[in-house]
Every structure is written in structure tokens, then in C-alpha cells.
């Protein structure tokens, strides 16, 4: 009689890199949500994937997070038709299923739209951004706010070549020029049925150069109406189509607009230790969380 000899299984080669899926998510924020943070905005999405049962990808070290990243985080009291966000899986899930579970599991005020494969070397969207569209409702019957008078206060604006506002950048106050970054502004109408005032704006969105719809309603005055400030959508510099709507645009650079930004503290030179001594454990930075949200997909 023949014995047969079952062999053992080869083990996998160490070396060998594991599958990866980079997917990108086109989402609507909606008004539900419109006053969390940024932060727990984040926390939202990684809890409703992880109860999703999805192989959500998490990064290395010694608190390791999500590589989850959004193109352009929203500020307080802000709602979004077209925002994007990045998220990596490791097994991939087929788009279609990874859709069906996610909706199921997402909470009111967020909507999935659509879900797309990218390389998963991808250049992140958050540093391809070149601008975006806002629609700024004012909750106001004509009797409490004409269309008048905020067709003025937009003129007074647009006439103007400086509009100083304050930011805070490594604990230091600084001023700069809102102006530039406003590249449309415009009364849109008024909808009765609403009672509210539409304006369409139109910001640049570039590191270090960014133009905020909640700083513009400041500076315009309009603090003291109920308001809702929804961005439309946002532009990137790697579509075509979206470079032909900015290149008639000026680039605005960041030294234009505040040219007393406080730079970056340099580190001082580390001091030796002591022979035998232990080494101390290192203080957090203090990096903005939209930058540890960040992630680089290496």
C-alpha cells in the first residue's frame, strides 16, 4: 500500500506587502451634523466603518489611528453637498458592498454618494485644493433685512482692498487680508418659502491662504441673523475642468495676505544625556488635529 505524504503549508513571505484599497467618498453633511467639530466629525466616520465591519487600515506606533483623510475640514455651523474623504482597507471590499454597509450604518445627517477606487499612492486631496463655492443663508423676512441693504454691505465689501481679520497661529495673534482670498461674492435671491437670503460666494482654498465663509459673514456683519454656511463644492488642482474655472483667478499667496505671519519656532539643540540616565518621554506637539487627521498613506 501507498502512503501518501501531505506536505505542511508554506508560510507567507514576510516580505511580502499586503493587499491595500484606497477608497474616496463623496458625502453630504447636512444639517443634523452642521455643529460638531472637525474632530468628532472624524470620530463619526471611524466609529461608523468599524461598525460597518470593514477591515479599516490603521497606521503604525504606539496610538495608532485610522488612515482616514478629509480634503478640507468644515468649521462649526457648516454643512456640505460634496465633501470628500479617503479611507484605506486591507483586505479591499468590493465598492458596491462597501457602500451598501456603510449607509446602513451611518447616522442622520450624513448621506453617502457615491464611493470610488484610487491608487492607493495618491496624492492626498487635502494638498491638491485650489478653492471652493459657499451659499450663505440669512434667516430673515424681508421686513427684518432687505435685499437692499445687503446688496450694499456686499458692494462696501467688494469695493474695498483690505478686509483685516485676526487669526492665532503658535499661540501668537496676527492679522491678515481677507479681501484677496473673496473671489465672487454675490446677493443670489431671496426664497420666500424658506425665509432666507442666498448669497453665492466663491473663496480661494491653498495652504497658508485660505479664505473662511464664517470669517466673510463677520466682517460683513450679518453675526446677528441666524445663518447657515453650506459649501457646495470644493476644487482641485489635478482636474482640468477645475483649473479652467480658477485660471482667471489671481494666485494668492500667503506672504500677500499676512506678511506678519509668526513663523515656526525652531527647536532648540537637544541636550546630552547624562551617561546612565533615562531618557524622558516626549511632550505632544502641539499639532493642529486637522494635520494628525492627515494622512500621508505610506
Given at each position: 500500500?501507498?502512503?501518501?505524504?501531505?506536505?505542511?503549508?508554506q508560510p507567507?513571505?514576510?516580505t511580502?506587502a499586503?493587499?491595500?484599497?484606497?477608497?474616496?467618498?463623496?458625502?453630504?453633511?447636512g444639517?443634523?451634523?452642521?455643529?460638531?467639530?472637525?474632530?468628532?466629525?472624524?470620530?463619526?466616520?471611524?466609529?461608523?466603518l468599524?461598525?460597518?465591519?470593514?477591515?479599516?487600515?490603521?497606521?503604525?506606533?504606539?496610538?495608532?489611528?485610522?488612515?482616514?483623510?478629509?480634503?478640507?475640514?468644515?468649521?462649526?455651523?457648516?454643512?456640505?453637498?460634496?465633501?470628500?474623504?479617503?479611507?484605506?482597507?486591507?483586505?479591499?471590499?468590493?465598492?458596491?458592498?462597501?457602500?451598501?454597509?456603510?449607509?446602513?450604518?451611518?447616522?442622520?445627517?450624513?448621506?453617502?454618494?457615491?464611493?470610488s477606487?484610487v491608487?492607493?499612492?495618491?496624492?492626498s486631496?487635502?494638498?491638491?485644493?485650489?478653492?471652493?463655492?459657499?451659499?450663505?443663508?440669512?434667516?430673515?423676512?424681508?421686513?427684518?433685512?432687505?435685499?437692499?441693504?445687503?446688496?450694499?454691505?456686499?458692494?462696501?465689501?467688494?469695493?474695498?482692498?483690505?478686509a483685516?481679520?485676526?487669526?492665532?497661529?503658535?499661540?501668537?495673534?496676527?492679522?491678515?487680508?481677507?479681501?484677496?482670498?473673496?473671489?465672487?461674492?454675490?446677493?443670489?435671491?431671496?426664497?420666500a418659502?424658506?425665509?432666507?437670503h442666498?448669497?453665492?460666494l466663491?473663496?480661494?482654498?491653498r495652504?497658508?491662504?485660505?479664505?473662511?465663509?464664517?470669517?466673510?459673514?463677520?466682517?460683513?456683519?450679518?453675526?446677528?441673523?441666524?445663518?447657515t454656511?453650506?459649501?457646495?463644492?470644493?476644487?482641485?488642482a489635478?482636474?482640468?475642468a477645475?483649473?479652467?474655472v480658477f485660471?482667471?483667478?489671481p494666485?494668492?499667496?500667503?506672504?500677500?495676505?499676512?506678511?506678519?505671519?509668526?513663523?515656526?519656532?525652531?527647536?532648540?539643540?537637544?541636550?546630552?544625556?547624562?551617561?546612565?540616565?533615562?531618557?524622558?518621554?516626549?511632550?505632544q506637539?502641539?499639532?493642529?488635529?486637522?494635520?494628525k487627521?492627515?494622512?500621508?498613506?505610506?
Open positions: 500500500m501507498t502512503r501518501t505524504t501531505t506536505q505542511p503549508p507567507q513571505d514576510a511580502e499586503p493587499v491595500r484599497q484606497r477608497v474616496r467618498f463623496t458625502y453630504e453633511k444639517e443634523a451634523i452642521k455643529f460638531i467639530s472637525h474632530q468628532d466629525e472624524s470620530r463619526l466616520w471611524e466609529r461608523t468599524r461598525r460597518a465591519n470593514l477591515p479599516l487600515l490603521y497606521k503604525r506606533g504606539f496610538n495608532p489611528q485610522p488612515h482616514i483623510q478629509f480634503a478640507a475640514p468644515l468649521g462649526l455651523g457648516m454643512t456640505g453637498v460634496r465633501e470628500l474623504l479617503d479611507a484605506a482597507f486591507s483586505p479591499p471590499v468590493p465598492l458596491d458592498e462597501l457602500a451598501m454597509r456603510i449607509r446602513e450604518k451611518l447616522p442622520p445627517g450624513v448621506r453617502l454618494l457615491h464611493a477606487e491608487p492607493f499612492k495618491s496624492v486631496p487635502q494638498s491638491l485644493t485650489i478653492g471652493a463655492d459657499y451659499t450663505i443663508l440669512i434667516y430673515a423676512e424681508p421686513e427684518e433685512v432687505s435685499e437692499q441693504a445687503l446688496q450694499a454691505k456686499i458692494e462696501a465689501f467688494l469695493e474695498g482692498d483690505a483685516w481679520r485676526e487669526r492665532e497661529r503658535h499661540g501668537q495673534r496676527y492679522r491678515y487680508n481677507l479681501r484677496p482670498l473673496v473671489l465672487e461674492l454675490r446677493y443670489d435671491r431671496f426664497d418659502d424658506a425665509a432666507e442666498r448669497i453665492a466663491r473663496v480661494q482654498v495652504p497658508g491662504a485660505t479664505g473662511r465663509p464664517d470669517e466673510l459673514v463677520a466682517a460683513l456683519g450679518f453675526d446677528d441673523y441666524a445663518r454656511l453650506r459649501r457646495e463644492r470644493i476644487y482641485f489635478d482636474s482640468e477645475d483649473q479652467a485660471a482667471s483667478y494666485v494668492i499667496s500667503q506672504d500677500e495676505i499676512s506678511p506678519e505671519r509668526p513663523k515656526p519656532r525652531r527647536k532648540g539643540r537637544k541636550r546630552r544625556r547624562r551617561s546612565g540616565a533615562q531618557p524622558q518621554a516626549d511632550k506637539n502641539n499639532q493642529p488635529f486637522a494635520e487627521a492627515a494622512d500621508e498613506f505610506d
